[in-house]
């Protein structure tokens, strides 16, 4: 048991020494991220449209669904109590 609490210990201690000031972890944290920027395949303008005109579909779909339910719910509420 102690060697397992001795060896946190020491990856506790190498973390902290590993983290460094904050202008460098917001620096190696910027870099990271321009990395994973590159990695990104972006969408043709033409999958962009596609992509989009299926949401905005989908979303009017839903809303209509929604705005049905709630006139019906609406109208039978009024039904039930008057």
């Given at each position: 048991?102690s060697?397992?609490h001795?060896?946190e210990?020491?990856n506790?201690?190498?973390?902290?020494?590993?983290?460094?000031?904050?202008f460098?972890?917001?620096?190696r944290?910027y870099?990271?991220?321009?990395?994973?920027?590159r990695?990104?395949?972006w969408?043709?303008?033409?999958?962009?449209?596609t992509?989009?005109?299926?949401?905005l579909?989908?979303?009017?779909?839903?809303?209509?669904?929604?705005?049905?339910?709630?006139?019906v719910?609406?109208?039978?509420t009024?039904?039930?109590?008057?």
């Open positions: 048991m060697e397992l001795q060896s210990r020491e506790e201690d190498a973390r902290e020494q590993n983290r460094g000031n904050i460098e972890r917001a620096g944290f870099r990271q991220v321009v990395a994973e920027l990695k990104v395949v969408p043709s303008r033409k999958q962009l449209t992509y989009t005109a299926v949401v579909v989908f979303v009017t779909f839903i809303i209509a669904l929604v705005s049905l339910f709630d006139l719910l609406t109208k039978i009024f039904w039930v109590f008057g």
